[in-house]
């Protein structure tokens, strides 16, 4: 899925902390929201995996995504 178009996350973009984490959620405030992965507009540096920006979600923006998830338990 690299470099399609970018995911939107539901976690607020920020500096993680430097203590190990598993799924470290960022801060609890703020107006931007992670955008992951990169997409076709971007350079080839953020078009990987590991790629992590801020964008505003007020706007619409035709190089993110999103991925509907269902838990089950």
Known sequence: MSGN???LCQDRFGA????AQTNP????????????GGSG???AVYC?????EG????????YLGFRLVLEFK
């Open 5 to 7: 178009v970018g995911e």
């Open 48 to 52: 990987s995996v590991a790629s992590r």
């Open 41 to 43: 507009k971007s350079n």
């Open 16 to 19: 993680y902390t430097s203590d």
């Open 55 to 62: 964008d505003y979600h007020g706007f619409i923006y035709n």
């Open 25 to 36: 959620q960022g801060p609890v405030s703020g107006s931007y929201r992670i955008n992951r």
